[in-house]
């Protein structure tokens, strides 16, 4: 009796075990995978011509803490791709190179840009005036 009763205590063991890891999905980890921010930093101009990529732009990418996470600089065309980035929401700021026109704005900024699990988000940088050069000082490098 004493051995039936050992095996039907490893038994329920096994089982409960088995049933446990079923119950937290299969038992393989569920970790997120970093994504990725991408797009591009834009003078709107105005005029017929449209608007231009700002080649060598820094773009920063900050969370909730007001932490910077990661860096990137725009390229040619004002296009950036910044990756290794955990999924959550953050703010995502660029400042121009020293010696940039005075006419050009020099400071941009978005808010809740949420970067999905092992995917890109695309965003826009462009000229807005209730931003323009009013970037919080925490912000600037």
Do not use: H
């Amino acid at each position: 009796m004493k051995k039936f009763f050992t095996y039907f205590l490893l038994i329920t063991l096994v089982a409960s075990t088995l049933l446990s890891v079923v119950a937290c999905g299969g038992g393989g980890s569920k970790t997120q995978k970093p994504g990725f921010v991408t797009g591009v930093v834009r003078w709107l101009d105005p005029t017929p011509a449209g608007s231009i990529g700002l080649k060598d732009v820094t773009v920063d990418v900050w969370d909730a803490q007001d932490k910077k996470v990661a860096s990137g600089i725009t390229d040619d065309k004002g296009k950036f791709s910044i990756g290794n980035i955990t999924p959550g929401t953050y703010t995502v700021t660029a400042y121009a190179p020293a010696g940039v026109e005075e006419s050009i704005q020099k400071r941009w900024m978005k808010t809740g840009v949420v970067v999905p699990s092992d995917n890109e988000v695309s965003i826009e940088l462009v000229y807005q005036n209730a931003i323009g050069d009013k970037l919080p000082a925490k912000y600037l490098p």
